[in-house]
């Protein structure tokens, strides 16, 4: 049986307004097992990005359990989940991903330096990795002479150098062409499954998720379905485009 | 901490190095700030040095001023018939008359003139100035003259020369001549070069009122007093107020702070120097909030990927320190090219302290002016800065 990486346990979200409680997130719990990656999907509003963020530990749930290798995230102080963000977690981000004062190499090697792992052989895994996502020529460049897709290369790169337990993709080829964004999603599901680390990617680019084992649903913040297996998942990709 | 300091300089010098010409742009702003608040420096120090330089040099402790003249040197008029009393109060060790008055330097080629502090002094006695070249004066009544190191260069007169002196006695332009036997370093008063002459012989040729031509009562401005013990300038002072009739004795510092001027002049070039430093902490720091602002997102991503505030705080202020001490070097280097062309007329003078406290005051401006974007800095949440908020 494979081992959780990341568990939630009834988590929850709320915001407080005037006209009342606002449930971001309500009650969701999920897994995701190491070298497993999982779309999270909705519309607009489904509350996907806050469980995301809370994911990242970014942001604290109002109640409910965030387990990642065992340690809960939500009941940690700041300083512990900036440790954790820095150890555990693997980020990228739509847009603005990369430090753009530094080259690609050099946005990789952030994480080991931030981690005090950057020595000879972190070095050299930083090439290789840059590399193996096509980046070879174009490491000493910095983001503002690379294509979005590049960029977000290097961002997958410098997301998993440092060895996380998990890595959160948030809507990666939001600001890619189609061509593009099958590649960046396709060598980011070979690397989380080949480097057994636990992805998830939120996206509204429902065929992006041609390359996930899982697929989660969200609607008002709640759970609402989830489909496993490639058939299943390219029949929902189909049923959403026929319509 | 090790760890901190050097993933925080990584980031502040990678991103000075690749943003070099924005950078240096603030440097060299900081830099022509640099120069106007040495030079602001400089210019009270060469201002007020003109005006107190003689009596800040003196060898004594107290001056004696005619009771009820406000301290005012030129104001003042004491006969010498209290200069003995004034000896004889316990713990006077010397004490001696002074005579100010200025005169006109006919220069050799005969065609320019230079105006000038003419004091006279008791040869041998608090007041005469050290010579550097040259010797003392010779006696109470010889036709000699000293003169300060500024009237040397700005007359081109040396040791040996005759020395031509006008002055008007009465209602007639009256000329002597007198050689010239040591020169001492720089003495000016009341904003002029100076020349040093025995008190009978200032008595004798100074400027006089048709009344005085014919009347010989030498009258001093002022005496100058010598203690004993320079610890005991309190007491003393006291006793002479006490013991001379109609004097009244204060400290160096008081007689400087009232010379005609000189306080509102120093205050003026201070508050000049205090407003200039403000706007570098304005400027600074608006560079550096507009900095920040415009990298809110970039801040959010490294927050996000897990860097803590404190190495966002220190990038901050590395960053800021250097900005701010190469923009202080480089106007520290403009001053300084600037200062070898300017005239010896012009009171610029850079003093080490004036000067340190002066670049201090800079190097200072930079974390001042950048603390509010440091705050802003470590306030920012990567969650509104990515824009994954709700």
């Known amino acids: 049986m494979p081992i959780n990486a990341l568990e939630t346990k009834s988590v929850v979200k709320t915001y407080q307004l005037d006209a009342g409680t606002i449930y971001a997130v309500n009650e969701v719990s999920l897994n995701v097992a190491a070298g497993e990656f999982v779309a999270l999907v909705g519309p607009s509003g489904s509350g996907k990005t806050t469980m995301l963020s809370m994911l990242a530990a970014l942001l604290k749930p109002s109640s409910g359990l965030i387990l990642l290798d065992g340690q809960d995230l939500a009941g940690m102080d700041e300083v512990n989940r900036v440790a954790m963000r820095r150890e555990k977690i693997g980020f990228t981000f739509q847009a603005n991903n990369l430090v753009p004062y530094l080259s690609a190499v050099e946005n990789v090697e952030l994480m080991l330096r931030l981690n005090n792992r950057l020595d000879k052989a972190g070095r050299l895994r930083a090439r290789e990795l840059l590399a193996r996502l096509g980046l070879a020529e174009r490491m000493n460049n910095l983001p503002g002479q690379m294509s979005g897709g590049q960029q977000q290369r290097v961002a997958i790169a410098r997301a998993l150098i440092h060895n996380p337990s998990l890595v959160l993709a948030d809507e990666p080829t939001a600001s890619l062409d189609t061509e593009r964004a099958y590649q960046v999603v396709e060598t980011f599901a070979g690397l989380i499954h080949e480097q057994k680390r636990a992805g998830i990617m939120v996206t509204h680019d429902l065929r992006m998720c041609e390359y996930v084992d899982r697929v989660l649903q969200m609607q008002d913040g709640i759970l609402v379905k989830v489909y496993a297996g490639h058939k299943e998942i390219m029949s929902m990709i189909r049923g959403n485009h026929t319509g | ?390």
């Open chain 2, 1 to 390: 901490m090790k760890q901190l300091f050097s993933i925080s300089s990584f980031l502040a010098v990678k991103e000075i190095w690749r943003n070099r010409g924005r950078f240096l742009l603030v440097s060299l702003v900081i830099g022509l700030i640099t120069l106007l608040v040495l030079f602001i420096a400089a210019l009270g120090e060469g201002l007020g040095n003109g005006n107190r330089e003689y009596i800040s040099k003196l060898d004594g402790e107290l001056i004696v001023y005619q009771a009820k003249s406000d301290s005012l040197i030129q104001a003042s008029r004491i006969g010498l018939d209290r200069l003995e009393t004034l000896r004889d109060v316990a713990g006077v060790a010397d004490a001696a008359a002074l005579g100010t008055s200025s005169a006109t330097l006919i220069l050799p080629s005969n065609e320019e003139t230079l105006k000038v502090a003419m004091l006279g002094v008791e040869p041998k006695h608090v007041g005469e100035p050290v010579i550097s070249a040259g010797h003392q004066l010779g006696g109470g009544n010889v036709d000699e003259v000293l003169i300060d190191s500024n009237t040397a260069i700005r007359s081109g007169l040396k040791i040996g020369d005759k020395l031509v002196i006008r002055v008007t006695q009465g209602t007639e332009d009256v000329f002597f001549t007198l050689p010239i036997v040591g020169i001492t370093d720089g003495q000016q008063y009341s904003l002029q070069p100076s020349i040093f002459v025995p008190f009978n012989t200032w008595d004798r040729i100074r400027p006089k009122s048709e009344a005085e031509v014919n009347i010989s009562n030498p009258v001093a401005n002022v005496f100058l007093v010598k203690l004993d013990d320079p610890g005991i300038v309190e007491e003393t002072r006291l006793a002479i107020n006490a013991n001379v009739e109609n004097v009244e004795a204060v400290t160096i510092s008081e007689a400087i702070r009232a010379l005609p001027g000189y306080s509102a002049q120093q205050s003026t070039l201070n508050t000049q120097g205090g407003f200039t430093l403000f706007i570098g902490i304005l400027v600074i720091g608006g560079f550096f909030q507009i900095q920040i602002l415009q990298k809110v997102s970039q801040i959010g991503v490294l927050k996000a990927i897990g860097t803590s505030n404190p190495i966002v705080a220190m990038a901050a202020v590395i960053q800021i320190i250097v900005i701010t001490v190469v923009g202080v070097a480089m106007g520290g280097l403009l001053t300084f090219l600037f200062s070898l062309f300017f005239p010896p007329t012009v009171p610029i003078v850079f003093n080490g302290t004036t000067s340190a406290i002066a670049l201090v005051a800079l190097l200072l401006i930079g974390p001042m002016g950048g603390l509010v974007s440091i705050r802003y800095a470590v306030r920012i949440e990567p969650l509104k800065a990515l824009g994954l908020s709700s």
